[in-house]
């Protein structure tokens, strides 16, 4: 992604989400662990 860590776009937290979830488990698996992480290093 070219504009992280400046801009994220992500999905809005509703129910309907999880089919999208389930066909891309890159974002749980990659993305999640690297976005706390950074949030960890803004706090």
């Known amino acids: 992604m070219q ?3 400046q ?3 992500l999905p809005y937290p509703s129910p ?3 089919l999208w979830l389930k066909r891309n488990p890159w974002f749980e698996n990659e993305l999640i662990p690297e976005l706390k992480q950074r949030v ?4």
């Open 7 to 9: 801009v994220l776009p």
């Open 40 to 43: 960890n290093e803004l706090l």
């Open 16 to 18: 309907r989400n999880h």
């Open 3 to 5: 504009s992280w860590p």
